[in-house]
Every structure is written in C-alpha cells, then in structure tokens.
C-alpha cells in the first residue's frame, strides 16, 4: 500500500535522471570533433504477481482469467552509441581527415592501443603523426628499397653490380604497423633512370638512305642486316629479307609476328643480356655517318635527360637512321611492292653537350654485335661487342613495323627461329648503360665511389601486333606532305618519335602532404615527384556499440566488441580517407532538445508520484492513530 507506488516513482525519477544526464552530455558534446551520441533506453523491472490467473474449465464451465500484476517501476537497460557519420566539415588543413564509411584511426599511448575517428592530426616535433591528445598515430613508413642487378662487364672481365633504388610503400604485412613517422626536412633520395618510353611517328614514306654496305674504304652508315648472314635479327619465319640491287634492303612481313607459326614454338620472347664494354666496336667503327666531312643526316635526332645514381643528370642523344620504308625502290623481280618500315638507332652519351660522336656511342647501342671471333669462321672476322647471346651475329639494333604502322619488333636485336629443342626467337630488350662518372674525387686515403654505371630501358612500345594500329608507343604512319622544292615535288616526312617520359629524378626536399582515400599520405618534393611515404592503418571491431567510451574522443575493446581487426581504407568493409576535412559530431540538437523535453516531463510527473505516495501514506497514518 503506496510503497509499490513509491519506489516506483522512484526508479523513474532515477531513470529519467540518467536520461537528462546522457542528453546534457550529448548537448555538451555538439561541437566535438566526431563524437558520437549516445542514447538511454528503459525496460520495465519485475512485476509483483497479485493471483496467478487461471485457464478455461470446461468441468464447471468456468472461463479463464488473466493474471493480476503489479509493476515496481523501471530501469535503465542500456546507454547505446550512435555510430552515424556526423556532417562532413571542411577545414582545409592538409593533416585534418575525416573517415567516410565504417573504421577507426588505431593511436598509441605508451603500451595502449585506442580507437578514434577524430582526424584532427599534426606532427609533433620528431616528426611523429599524432592526434590532439598526442598519442600516435599507427600505420605504414615508405622506407628505401635497393635492388642489385648483375651484367655482363668485360672491361670488368667478370660481372658488374647495379643498383636501382626507390622509395617503397609496403602496406601488405601488418606486423610492419608502426608509428608514422615523417621528418619534415626530409629528402628524397634521387632515382636512377631506369626506363624511357617513347611516343610519335617514325615517317613510313621517307625514302630510305640507301648505301653501299660494305664500302671499300668502310661503312659510311650506321647499317643493317649483312646479307650474308639472313638469319640475323630479322625473323625469318615471318619476314623476307629483300636485296635491293642498288645495294641495302628491303623487309617484307609474311606473316602475322604475334601468332604461333609452324616450326616456330611461340612469338618473340624478351630477354636481356648485355656487355658494357665498346672497346672493339670503337676501333673498328672508323668514322661513321655522325663524323663524315659532309655528315649522312639521320631521319631523327632525339635527346633526353636522366638521371644517375647521384642524381646527376645525364643526357642519352638518340639517332634513327631510315634502313627500308613503304616505297624503296628498284624492288627484286618478283618481288611484292611494299617493304617493311626498318629504322636503325644509335644512342649516345652527349651529357655535358658532347658532340655525337662514335668515342660517345653507348653500351648496349648495336653496330657490330657477336661473338668472339672464331678461326676460319667467315661470319666473325673480328671480336665484336657482345651481348652474350649464344649463336649470333648482328649489326644493328633496328625497329620495324607492321603494314599498318603498329610496332613490330621490340627495338632490341633479335634471333631467328632454332631447330627443335633450341628455340632462338627472341627480341632482346633494348637497354644501354651509360659510363659512371665521379665529379668529386677522393683527397683522402678514404675511396670514394661515384655514380654507378645507368642502365636505362628505351621502351619503344608494345609489339608484334599485326592489324590493331596499337599506338603505345613508337609507331610509323605517312604524316608527312608533298611539298615543291626546286620545282620538284618532294614527300617531306613527319618525325615526331621522341622520348615521352623517363622514370629518374634528383634529390628534391619535402614541401607539402595531402592524403589520399585510401589512406596514402603523399608527398610533394621539391623536384616535381608526389611520392608515398606512409599511408594509415585503419581499424574496427565486429561489433562498434560494444566499444568502451575513455574520454578524450577514445574507444577501447571491450567483452562484448570483439577483437581489434586491422586493414586498410577503402578495403573489407572500411571506408575511405578525405583529406583537408573533419567529422563533426552527429548530436542532433533537434532531437536532444526534444528528448530533453519528454525526461523532464517524465522526472515531473514521477516526482509527483513521490509526492501522491507520500501523501497517501501520511493519511494512512493519521487513520491508525
């Protein structure tokens, strides 16, 4: 008799209390960055039974009745994050982030791990990424990674090291998590070039510079295939090798490069090996096109700078002399009309503006190639420069196209088809090697090593496609025009091949960050590169509502979470980074005033109830007096 009701009261003016409290909070927490709301919810509390109720009595006809209960109040069953995304707010600060999807930034403080989705980063003065609260933020360092090669050397006599290095992200392993740490004076180590990639035209109708081939006094062109030895770089499954009478050559395809052909186990296959040495070939060279009185013009002249191990820069002059084209003339009887397109190159080192010259020419540029010279053998009078490539005998590294102006060779030498078992249809990739240099020579008994020798890839393009007119890379299409010159009407060629990009640069010094949606934050130096030098490690737990709240914007696992699960953004249901922003907290003052609204009139009219009790209880006194 009113001690039900009582205690009743009481328990909701306790639960509300506790309602208003979780509304104060949210309300207090309107404007933290990525806060989440909580909300209260109540269940009722064990209902006194006052008669059990009875079921239907068919014997004495009887219905049933229900039972008599009486609640004793209610109870605060649960306090539950609401882990929706607060509103996007842009700051334009470049370490401020805000997370779109599910996850959490992982922090350190000494031996804790905590979870946050406040993104409002900064470095301390070491250098370490870190939150507001100062703890560290976890992910992935770029670290500098150095991989050797070995090449043939026979000014070594023996093997030769190489070395390129690079900046490398490695976010695959987790047990490389560690504190992103980024020293804001830090430089980027130069990157040797290792690559050039070339785009544009090689005319297809610039007739070609047609020669003697073995003068008597020498060769005055950088020249071809020797016509007898067929079987050269030209594969002879699949091209004919055409004598012109009037000396030089003429290719014609046969068949398409890209597919199987019978006696033939597969399409051209790269491969590279390489002899650094020019020593031979320099001797025997004798003054070529580049260094006659009256110079034979290359098609196409090309310069390019790289970079050294030093960062240097170094700079490759590349020529293309026209071998064969769509219109030789004075083709063989018989002979079909077209020729292949064939240009030969030739790459020198002119860093330093160095004339062209044969002292200049480059490791791995094809003028005399193969092998060591072999007694009565009439195809190697003489020690050429040797790539090392078992069975073969070239002059001359060239690119040739298909009909239809797509690439068709690699640039580099290559092998005719071998007997069964010795399968010799290769494209070399073409590759030279320029001569290290030392600008600073030790004046201590201390060595001191310089550049290391650059090996530099020339990719001219994807080949051995026939009839897709692929444009990768170095194609040869008729862009030039018929234009009067001296009364005569004269095809003037388009040459537009050139070096499009190549993959060195120098050293250069940290200007600026911005991360990038999946986490990466990039960095700007000051010689032009954006490189990744760290990226976050994101987090999340099965179950978020189970986190427990430890104030300063952490969370931690608890029982009921789960394990701490680490990933990456934008991977296995994280979501993504955007940079230059904040998430604001997702309290709705709408709904918090609203709700603040319906617990005080709850608190009231418990608070009434009390009283009510009260009162009912002081009458019940008066009448037993």
Known sequence: MGLRSLFSSISGLQSHSTWLDVIGNNISNVNTVAYKASRAQFADQLSQNLSQGTGFNPENQLGGVNPQQVGTGTRLASIQSVFSEGTTLVTGNATDISIQGNGFLAVKQGNQTFLTRAGNLTFDGEGNLVDQN??????????????????????????????????????DNITQISNIHINRDMVLPPRATTEVTFSGNLDSFQQANILDLFPPGGPTLPIGIPLAFVGGPIDITRMQILPLPTGGFALQQVANLSTFTPGVFAPPAPLENGFVNLGFVRALAGNYAWEQPTPVPPALQTAETVYDSLGNAREITLQFYQLADLGSANPPINAPPLSQVCYAWYAFDTTGNLPVSTANLLGGTGIGEGEIPTPGNPFFPVAFYDRGVPNSAYFGDYIWFNTDGSLASSGGVGGFPGPPGLNFNFQTIPRVYLPPINQNPAVSPIPFIGAEILSVELNFGKSGLLGTGRRNGIYSDAEGSYQEKNGVNTYMPNQTAHAATQDGYRDGILQGLNFEPDGTLLGTFSNDQRVEVARLAMAQVENQEGLSRMGNNYYQTSANSGSLQMGLAGKKGLGFIQGNSLEGSNVDLTVELSNMIVAQRGFEANARMVSSASNTMDTVDKLGQ
């Open 134 to 171: 100062g703890g560290l933020v976890q992910g992935y360092n770029a670290f500098p990674d150095y991989s050797p090669k070995i090449i043939n050397s026979a000014a070594n006599a023996g093997l030769l090291n190489i070395t390129d290095a690079s900046v490398r992200l490695n976010s």
